[in-house]
């Protein structure tokens, strides 16, 4: 699924009859500087030391704390005081859903985007961030969505905010070179 855009290079393999969508490998060749966190606990919206930018390639691995609960996990991105884009892992009804409403200018009356990947407790998610192009890749390419943001760059935040508790894995890798 896309908004209208060019996406990274990706690469095609298939895995249990399904076709799955990853970045090329090549671009670990632009990775800077990593930043990691393991086991984190998210109840609530929080953000995380150096888990900003707009130039990057993170992963987060989410789980529920209590195995019986379903949750909503956000990710905003490009955050400042007035701008916002979310992406939305809605573990109830199964489905990511990417949301630029708040992202600033809209050349685009489609602003959101939802798709169906099916009843899960675990997730994997995978977001590149170029400036002004998101793509994101769920469990390992499985489903992959990209989307234009069009807030200014200035507006850099990211948080995490579940409204269940979650524990969460991250691993971010800013570009350089590009």
Known sequence: ?????MTLPRELTVKD?????????ELENYYGAKVSYEKISVSGERSLDKID??????????????????YCFEIKLAKNESHE?????????????????????RFSSLSTREFSIGAFKDIKLRI?????ALEVFVNDGRHAAAMKIDTPLEASGIT????????????????IGI
């Open 53 to 70: 930018g707009r130039l990057f390639d993170m992963t987060l691995d989410i789980s529920p704390e209590d195995r019986e609960n379903d």
């Open 1 to 5: 699924d896309y908004y209208g855009m």
């Open 128 to 132: 590149v961030f170029d400036k002004y």
């Open 160 to 175: 995490f905010e579940s409204d269940m508790p979650v524990f969460m894995d991250v691993v971010k890798n800013d570009f």
């Open 85 to 105: 884009s979310r992406i939305i892992l809605d573990s109830r009804k199964g489905t990511v859903k990417l949301d630029r409403t708040k992202s600033g200018v």
């Open 17 to 25: 009859g399904y076709v799955m969508q990853n970045p090329i490998k």
